[in-house]
């Protein structure tokens, strides 16, 4: 943990607010490759951010609107009191092996065609192959630059399924789920909104067709920024800064058919020009 004062600097342009560190992240957090995410605190209110590298061994680490209020900056050279330790976001070898997997039943052009949504699930428990098998689903999906930026958080815990169920009529179907995944973007590795969101729906739709190829059924729930459900979701799973949840995938073994309908509609195909 490294312990310092300095100031918050708006640059000349208006468009930068940040800390300079005055010392090199590099070299003290052993991190010579790669983005370095910090956590600590800015006069004893939390924070966790990426640092940006200047050159010459230095780095500024940008303070935000929502961060700036809470430290009532108002724009001009502020002395700040911070400490900064590194974010453990190394993985341990041995839990970097592959779990085991499950393996579809369904081609994708099929599972694409046929996939429905699912509210109604059975008691069975979801076998652990088959939950490794749809967040590796959602691992895989394209993403922005490469970046990343989703987090997935299990829910399998009834009481707060059933919480999470009863606070938005919506999302009723948690409730008799077997489990619950909560989609989250990280803006400290993505910070365009628009990318964010894709990479999200990207990986929710991976997983949303890895759970029908399995046998199994699923719905997605949409989270509302700023929403009640939104911030009692962000509460509930003690969620970082910057972490936002996007959507959450209620699955499980069905207790529901429904039929696949045809969705070919030609007069929404445009060839070359509108």
């Given at each position: 943990?490294?312990?310092?004062?300095?100031?918050?600097?708006?640059?000349?342009?208006?468009?930068?607010?940040?800390?300079?560190?005055?010392?090199?992240?590099?070299?003290?957090?052993?991190?010579?490759?790669?983005?370095?995410?910090?956590?600590?605190?800015?006069?004893?209110?939390?924070?966790?951010?990426?640092?940006?590298?200047?050159?010459?061994?230095?780095?500024?680490?940008?303070?935000?609107?929502?961060?700036?209020?809470?430290?009532?900056?108002?724009?001009?050279?502020?002395?700040?009191?911070?400490?900064?330790?590194?974010?453990?976001?190394?993985?341990?070898?041995?839990?970097?092996?592959?779990?085991?997997?499950?393996?579809?039943?369904?081609?994708?052009?099929?599972?694409?065609?046929?996939?429905?949504?699912?509210?109604?699930?059975?008691?069975?428990?979801?076998?652990?192959?088959?939950?490794?098998?749809?967040?590796?689903?959602?691992?895989?999906?394209?993403?922005?630059?490469?970046?990343?930026?989703?987090?997935?958080?299990?829910?399998?815990?009834?009481?707060?399924?059933?919480?999470?169920?009863?606070?938005?009529?919506?999302?009723?179907?948690?409730?008799?789920?077997?489990?619950?995944?909560?989609?989250?973007?990280?803006?400290?590795?993505?910070?365009?909104?628009?990318?964010?969101?894709?990479?999200?729906?990207?990986?929710?739709?991976?997983?949303?067709?890895?759970?029908?190829?399995?046998?199994?059924?699923?719905?997605?729930?949409?989270?509302?920024?700023?929403?009640?459900?939104?911030?009692?979701?962000?509460?509930?799973?003690?969620?970082?800064?910057?972490?936002?949840?996007?959507?959450?995938?209620?699955?499980?073994?069905?207790?529901?058919?429904?039929?696949?309908r045809e969705l070919w509609d030609a007069s929404?195909?445009?060839?070359?020009?509108?």
């Amino acid at each position: 943990m490294e312990i310092f004062n300095t100031e918050i600097i708006k640059d000349e342009s208006g468009r930068l607010t940040y800390i300079e560190l005055p010392f090199n992240a590099k070299e003290v957090f052993d991190k010579q490759k790669g983005a370095i995410f910090v956590i600590g605190t800015i006069n004893d209110v939390p924070y966790r951010n990426k640092l940006i590298s200047r050159g010459g061994g230095k780095q500024i680490m940008t303070i935000d609107k929502s961060m700036q209020k809470e430290l009532d900056f108002i724009g001009e050279k502020m002395s700040v009191h911070i400490t900064m330790a590194p974010e453990n976001n190394e993985i341990e070898n041995e839990n970097s092996l592959i779990p085991s997997l499950s393996v579809s039943s369904i081609d994708v052009v099929t599972a694409i065609k046929t996939r429905r949504s699912i509210r109604k699930f059975t008691s069975e428990p979801i076998s652990e192959s088959m939950l490794n098998t749809v967040l590796q689903s959602g691992m895989y999906a394209p993403s922005a630059k490469g970046k990343c930026p989703c987090h997935f958080v299990v829910i399998q815990n009834r009481d707060m399924l059933m919480e999470l169920s009863e606070s938005n009529y919506n999302a009723s179907m948690l409730g008799g789920a077997a489990c619950g995944i909560v989609v989250c973007g990280d803006k400290n590795i993505e910070g365009i909104k628009e990318f964010i969101y894709a990479d999200c729906a990207a990986a929710v739709q991976n997983m949303l067709l890895s759970i029908h190829g399995l046998g199994l059924g699923g719905v997605w729930c949409g989270v509302r920024a700023n929403s009640d459900w939104h911030k009692l979701i962000v509460n509930k799973l003690n969620l970082p800064l910057k972490v936002d949840p996007f959507a959450i995938i209620a699955f499980g073994h069905p207790d529901e058919e429904r039929v696949s309908r045809e969705l070919w509609d030609a007069s929404s195909v445009h060839y070359d020009i509108w």
